[in-house]
């Protein structure tokens, strides 16, 4: 059974930054729940409580939920009011389109001493005579029943008839659950019945595809058509008696169909897995010719950028799609893109280089820019302007600009135009005999220079 997790509520409480210690008001509605739990452990702060639309079969494991105002538990499976109590700041209570006929257990709520509005429409209970007169009369604390409110002169005339009246709701109670047991075994009979024909039908389809005696089978694809045809009939027909057939509308019922849907559902889901595993495109021949293939058909444009020697594909992305599910393969001669599994592959017109190759995501448009270098380069016209003006004999060109003055656009090549490093030290220095001998001839320069030059030995 499905019950309440904490990914759940995370996800459910994303105006609150995902947090649920601190959270007030959560919506659980239309979740398939069939049991509920953890939210008074998770959730103390909670004030309201949306869980409308379930499957959850009794209140449970709210006690706990001290500033809880407003609960909706409508259009579930719930037999009887309780677990309540503990709910003290309990205001508003709706249990609409629930099973409730034991109209006795909403003696529960007296001890929520806030509660002014319960609504019970669509229960069994609703059906029982007396049944707003005993309410009312059981609960003092309440301004609204189903909508409607309770006027000071209609609790006093339920209060006065309250014996009898609740006499009454004893009795038709007694009849409700005794109907309520038969509906049980019921319900637990057809369980029994229908595990039983499945069981059947498992062992004639073993029996079927695993004989003692293996037989030829020369038409392969009409015999998998025929049991595809067959099958199809099958689960037509069981659809058609299990949707046809009267019964009940009782908790088990409800159950059993969510159970049913569920179970067409991964059916479903299982034999379309099966059909994309079993049915591979083509992409490469038999004797190696590449084809293109476009099985997403997404629009793309292939240019030709001479300029940069290059090729650039453009595939027209889902703007939202997310980019984990792209997957990009570059081969000499061809490209191919898995978009969501579905291959895109396109034959280049020229042999790219792989490596080089890059995929940029717009972050705009969602399109794929996949940039491919060619693998023979080609030698482009500016690098043959520059070696011709590299080569002239002319030393002297120039160039008059607008305003007539002369601007030269090369020096003579005669000069180097780069530092020569062979005469950045000077002769005479580079011929020293070593870094810690000196030369003499500087000596003897200092020492005529300083007059004042004083010999210290200890120095």
Same mark, same amino acid.
């Given at each position: 059974?499905?019950?309440?997790?904490?990914?759940?509520?995370?996800?459910?409480?994303?105006?609150?930054?995902?947090?649920?210690?601190?959270?007030?008001?959560?919506?659980?509605?239309?979740?398939?729940?069939?049991?509920?739990?953890?939210?008074?452990?998770?959730?103390?702060?909670?004030?309201?409580?949306?869980?409308?639309?379930?499957?959850?079969?009794?209140?449970?494991?709210?006690?706990?939920?001290?500033?809880?105002?407003?609960?909706?538990?409508?259009?579930?499976?719930?037999?009887? !009011?309780?677990? /309540?109590?503990?709910?003290?700041? #309990? @205001?508003? &209570?709706? *249990?609409?389109? %629930?099973?409730?006929? $034991?109209?006795?257990? !909403?003696?529960? /709520?007296?001890?929520?001493?806030? #509660? @002014?509005? &319960?609504? *019970?429409?669509? %229960?069994?209970?609703? $059906?029982?005579?007396?049944?707003?007169?005993?309410?009312?009369?059981?609960?003092?604390?309440?301004?609204? *029943?189903?909508?409607?409110?309770?006027?000071?002169?209609?609790?006093?005339?339920?209060?006065?008839?309250?014996?009898?009246?609740?006499?009454?709701?004893?009795?038709?109670?007694?009849?409700?659950?005794?109907?309520?047991?038969?509906?049980?075994?019921?319900?637990?009979?057809?369980?029994?019945?229908?595990?039983?024909?499945?069981?059947?039908?498992?062992?004639?389809?073993?029996?079927?595809?695993?004989?003692?005696?293996?037989?030829?089978?020369?038409?392969?694809?009409?015999?998998?058509?025929?049991?595809?045809?067959?099958?199809?009939?099958?689960?037509?027909?069981?659809?058609?008696?299990?949707?046809?057939?009267?019964?009940?509308?009782?908790?088990?019922?409800?159950?059993?169909?969510?159970?049913?849907?569920?179970?067409?559902?991964?059916?479903?889901?299982?034999?379309?897995?099966?059909?994309?595993?079993?049915?591979?495109?083509?992409?490469?021949?038999?004797?190696?010719?590449?084809?293109?293939?476009?099985?997403?058909?997404?629009?793309?444009?292939?240019?030709?950028?001479?300029?940069?020697?290059?090729?650039?594909?453009?595939?027209?992305?889902?703007?939202?799609?997310?980019?984990?599910?792209?997957?990009?393969?570059?081969?000499?001669?061809?490209?191919?893109?898995?978009?969501?599994?579905?291959?895109?592959?396109?034959?280049?017109?020229?042999?790219?280089?792989?490596?080089?190759?890059?995929?940029?995501?717009?972050?705009?448009?969602?399109?794929?820019?996949?940039?491919?270098?060619?693998?023979?380069?080609?030698?482009?016209?500016?690098?043959?302007?520059?070696?011709?003006?590299?080569?002239?004999?002319?030393?002297?060109?120039?160039?008059?600009?607008?305003?007539?003055?002369?601007?030269?656009?090369?020096?003579?090549?005669?000069?180097?135009?780069?530092?020569?490093?062979?005469?950045?030290?000077?002769?005479?220095?580079?011929?020293?005999?070593?870094?810690?001998?000196?030369?003499?001839?500087?000596?003897?320069?200092?020492?005529?220079?300083?007059?004042?030059?004083?010999?210290?030995?200890?120095?």
């Amino acid at each position: 059974f499905l019950s309440v997790t904490e990914d759940l509520v995370r996800r459910r409480a994303e105006h609150n930054n995902c947090e649920i210690f601190s959270l007030e008001e959560i919506s659980l509605h239309q979740q398939e729940i069939e049991k509920l739990e953890h939210l008074d452990k998770w959730c103390r702060d909670l004030k309201i409580l949306y869980l409308q639309n379930n499957l959850i079969p009794k209140i449970e494991n709210v006690g706990k939920l001290k500033k809880l105002e407003y609960l909706n538990m409508a259009l579930n499976n719930i037999e009887r !009011i309780e677990n /309540l109590e503990g709910c003290e700041e #309990l @205001k508003k &209570l709706d *249990l609409t389109a %629930n099973f409730i006929g $034991e109209l006795s257990s !909403i003696a529960s /709520l007296k001890c929520n001493i806030h #509660l @002014k509005e &319960l609504f *019970l429409v669509g %229960n069994p209970c609703t $059906e029982f005579e007396g049944y707003r007169q005993f309410v009312v009369a059981t609960l003092h604390q309440l301004k609204y *029943l189903d909508s409607k409110e309770i006027e000071r002169s209609e609790r006093i005339k339920a209060l006065q008839n309250y014996p009898e009246v609740k006499w009454k709701i004893k009795e038709q109670e007694q009849v409700y659950l005794l109907k309520r047991a038969r509906e049980k075994e019921e319900a637990q009979r057809r369980m029994q019945e229908r595990k039983d024909k499945k069981e059947k039908q498992m062992d004639s389809k073993l029996g079927f595809d695993s004989p003692e005696v293996p037989q030829e089978k020369p038409n392969q694809a009409e015999g998998d058509g025929e049991q595809e045809r067959c099958r199809t009939v099958e689960n037509d027909e069981e659809d058609r008696r299990f949707w046809e057939e009267p019964t009940p509308y009782t908790p088990e019922s409800r159950l059993e169909t969510h159970r049913y849907i569920e179970e067409k559902r991964k059916a479903k889901d299982n034999i379309r897995e099966s059909k994309k595993k079993e049915k591979p495109w083509t992409l490469v021949t038999a004797e190696g010719k590449v084809l293109n293939v476009n099985v997403p058909k997404l629009h793309f444009s292939l240019k030709d950028d001479e300029e940069n020697n290059q090729i650039i594909l453009d595939l027209a992305v889902y703007r939202h799609l997310d980019t984990s599910l792209l997957d990009v393969d570059v081969q000499p001669t061809y490209i191919r893109v898995l978009v969501k599994g579905k291959p895109f592959q396109l034959v280049l017109p020229e042999e790219v280089k792989p490596d080089s190759s890059s995929a940029k995501r717009s972050q705009t448009t969602g399109h794929l820019v996949v940039t491919m270098p060619k693998a023979k380069g080609i030698i482009l016209a500016k690098q043959k302007v520059s070696a011709s003006i590299k080569h002239s004999d002319c030393s002297t060109q120039q160039k008059t600009t607008r305003s007539g003055r002369v601007e030269k656009l090369e020096v003579d090549p005669s000069k180097h135009s780069f530092p020569d490093v062979t005469k950045i030290i000077q002769e005479k220095e580079r011929t020293g005999q070593g870094p810690i001998k000196l030369q003499p001839q500087k000596v003897t320069e200092v020492k005529k220079s300083c007059v004042d030059f004083e010999n210290n030995e200890d120095v």
